[in-house]
């Protein structure tokens, strides 16, 4: 059901645009959520709206570029916490120049963060799910995967390694009774939105673009990782689920 009391959510990016609402969304149907960022003024304000919700929302600054200190992170957190039940792969960075203006150590950062760190948390937190035959995975694609987007490669590549890694764990979880799932978000007016010179013109492009007339709120995706994250989607693995106002139909 859309009850999470006695479910705990790690969620990477908790203090973005989109990560501050899937963590209130989350805590409201009672969830635990371990929110990790390193914007801690929006990590203070993340606990500060949690305060009234059913849940809980913590907040860990945890760096996900440093690679090597993750393991040790997630091992604390998990010691400090309890085992988690719901991974949200949700952090990301997004430079946007043309191809060359960038260098393989400025793709290999965007991989690091939008993609290595993710493989970790799997790997640190997917036997704790195995162990206790329960787990749901939901990794934050984009529907720029699907080529609409120029002066984006690193992110759009990272984003195709989630799809890629959401269909191989979904294989090798699922008889563990884990499921992995991607969305893949449009168009939402977060920090994301700014890479666009014209903001105003950008959003019209958007409304052309979308089926739906309005754009897209960070509402619209935590309800979607509440699906995933439920038993009403408990039939639903290796997906990837646009939610992009009916922008791309494939
Ligand atoms: P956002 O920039 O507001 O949120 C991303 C969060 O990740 C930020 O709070 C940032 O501090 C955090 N982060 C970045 N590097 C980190 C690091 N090294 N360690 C820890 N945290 C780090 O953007 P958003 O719109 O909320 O994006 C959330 C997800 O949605 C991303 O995966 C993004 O690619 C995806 N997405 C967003 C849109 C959109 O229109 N907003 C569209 C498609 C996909």
């Given at each position: ?9 790690l ?23 371990i ?11 993340l ?13 860990e ?31 990301a ?15 290999r ?42 002066k ?41 939105e ?7 013109g ?49």
């Amino acid at each position: 059901s859309m009850d999470f009391s006695g479910r705990t959510v790690l969620l990477t990016g908790g203090a973005g645009g989109l990560g501050i609402d899937i963590a209130l969304a989350f805590a409201d149907a009672g969830a635990r959520v371990i929110a990790l960022d390193i914007r801690d003024d929006r990590g203070a304000d993340l606990l500060s709206r949690a305060v009234g919700t059913t849940g809980e929302v913590l907040y860990e600054h945890v760096d996900l570029s440093q690679l090597d200190a993750l393991p040790g992170e997630l091992d604390r957190i998990v010691s400090a916490h309890g085992p988690v039940d719901i991974l949200i792969n949700n952090a990301a960075i997004y430079p946007a120049r043309p191809f060359d203006e960038y260098t393989v150590e400025d793709y290999r950062a965007v991989q690091a963060v939008n993609v290595d760190a993710h493989v970790q948390c799997m790997l640190s937190l997917a036997p704790g799910m195995r162990a206790r035959g329960w787990g749901r995975i939901i990794n934050v694609a984009s529907i720029t995967f699907y080529g609409g987007w120029d002066k984006l490669f690193p992110y759009v590549a990272s984003k195709g390694a989630l799809v890629g890694l959401t269909r191989a764990w979904a294989r090798e979880l699922g008889p563990f009774g884990i499921t992995v799932n991607a969305i893949a978000p449009g168009a939402f007016p977060t920090d994301a939105e700014k890479i666009h010179p014209d903001p105003e013109g950008y959003a019209r492009f958007v409304l052309e673009h979308q089926s739906l007339k309005r754009r897209g709120s960070p509402r619209d995706i935590a309800g979607t990782m509440m699906f995933l994250a439920s038993d009403y989607s408990a039939f639903i693995t290796g997906q990837t689920l646009n939610v992009d106002g009916g922008w791309v139909m494939k």
